[in-house]
């Protein structure tokens, strides 16, 4: 081998070793990884109800800590694939199957934020919202059994993530200060949702986040409380802009479900109920409660009458 050979190779080999140790050198640690998408999970599980461990967890589990390709080049924190009503940038990788579609994002934010979307849109993951927020546990396996992954040791490797880094610390008013001081503690305190916007408890009914009303509520007041359009809550509810809600025991902060719960299936039609005040009860929308009874918005029905709460599978 000659000299300008030799120099070559060499020059070469030592790009190489340059390239792989700055490739190394963007690669962040699991406590990094915490660090800096932690404000992220616990607002979102303020507004949302996901518990912040189990965001995070997902997040470290599906992304490697962020080092993941699907993270690194297409924001993919979550592993959520394409599926049929995704209409955003889409990247192939390897998965269950060669060449699976996944969901690639401009940003890490809008994976965390379509992740949430995610959850709280689709039927099957609504029992999850019937879980207590700070049991991370049963939200581990509730995510198995839903269907997230198919991994089936999914749970386990959740909960050893949450436990490992006291993630479960993050689901408790006052928790984030506890983990940074390193203060461990054994068993998780019980308390409620509180939205980051307000000091009222948040409410769920269906997986639908709802609050109960006060003394001199308007659409306004709340829609200013909870950083919300002022259509949103009428629509979300509804009920016309103009609705006296001083007659309305809870009101809807979120969209309500396309039906009721599992465990509800049909509805006894009682004196006085109306559609949308057995919609109002089940968190579903009014619009699909009539569409699955066959009857015309604005069609009331008769006392002792059988309502259809969920779509009859055919």
């Keep these: 081998m000659n000299l ?38 616990i607002k979102d599980m303020k507004s949302s109800g996901i518990p912040a461990s189990i965001k995070l967890a997902q997040a470290i589990l599906e992304s490697s800590d962020g080092n993941s390709e699907l993270a690194r080049k297409s924001n993919n924190h979550f ?6 009503d995704w ?13 699976e579609c996944f969901r690639a994002y401009k940003n890490p934010l809008q994976s965390f934020e379509d992740h949430t979307t995610f959850l709280t849109t689709r039927s099957r993951y609504q029992k999850l919202f019937d ?3 700070t049991d991370y546990k049963a939200w581990a396996k509730g995510l198995k059994e839903c269907g997230y992954a198919t991994n089936p040791q999914y749970p386990q490797l959740l909960i050893k993530i949450i436990e490992e880094n006291q993630l479960y610390l993050y689901d ?22 509180v939205n980051p916007f307000s000091i009222r408890e948040i409410k769920y009914n ?12 308007t659409f306004s007041s709340i829609a200013k409380e909870f950083n919300l359009r002022e259509w949103e809550l009428p629509h979300y509810n509804d009920l016309p802009k103009n609705a006296d809600i001083s007659t309305i025991r809870y009101l809807y902060i979120q969209p309500k479900r396309n ?8 509805h006894k039609v009682q004196s006085g109920d109306t559609m949308q005040s057995i919609s109002h009860q089940y968190g579903m929308k009014l619009k699909k409660l009539y569409k699955f009874n066959g009857m015309v918005q604005g069609d009331e029905p008769s006392v002792g009458e059988s309502i259809n709460l969920r779509k009859n599978k055919k």
Excluded: M
């Design 131 to 133: 879980l207590d927020p």
């Design 259 to 266: 039906n009721a719960h599992p465990d509800y299936r049909t």
């Design 79 to 84: 592993g959520i694939k394409c599926h049929n």
């Design 4 to 41: 300008k050979n030799t120099i070559t190779l060499s020059a070469i080999l030592l790009l190489s070793s340059i390239c792989a140790n700055h490739i190394d050198a963007q690669k962040i640690t699991r406590e990094e990884y915490i660090q800096t998408y932690k404000d992220w999970a």
């Design 172 to 193: 408790t008013e006052g928790g984030e200060g506890k983990r940074n001081n390193k203060k461990s503690v054994s068993k998780t305190e019980k308390g409620p949702v």
């Design 206 to 217: 269906n997986g639908v986040k709802y609050i109960e009303i006060k003394s001199g509520d």
């Design 87 to 99: 209409t955003g940038k889409k990247v192939y990788h390897d998965d269950d199957k060669k060449g």
